[in-house]
């Protein structure tokens, strides 16, 4: 899941990164693990107030606990659904 993520949709998690914390502009977001919580995220950025780059991970929560791995994929879908409602 976070390869594919990773690899075809980088866009996407970046956009649920934004919807949940309004405000952190990101350059870069890399699925480092998924579990039945949520996922890890490299995350790269430039502040508006620096041209210095900076990285550091986060978690990104589920809405809810998933069964398995279709369920993860079926979440991930909602969160990158909802989180281009919100930017549209």
């Given amino acids: 899941i976070a390869q594919h993520m990773n690899e075809d949709h980088q866009e996407n998690t970046i956009a649920m990164i934004?919807?949940?914390?309004?405000?952190?502009?990101?350059?870069?977001?890399?699925?480092t693990s998924v579990d039945s919580l949520g996922m890890y995220v490299k995350?790269?950025?430039t502040p508006r107030a620096s041209d210095q780059p900076q990285q550091f991970k986060l978690r990104l929560p589920f809405p809810r606990p998933a069964e398995d791995r279709k369920e993860v994929k079926n979440i991930i879908v909602e969160m990158s659904q909802a989180a281009a409602a919100t930017s549209e």
């Fill in 43 to 45: 995350v790269s950025r």
């Fill in 18 to 31: 934004e919807n949940q914390i309004p405000g952190l502009d990101v350059d870069e977001a890399i699925i």
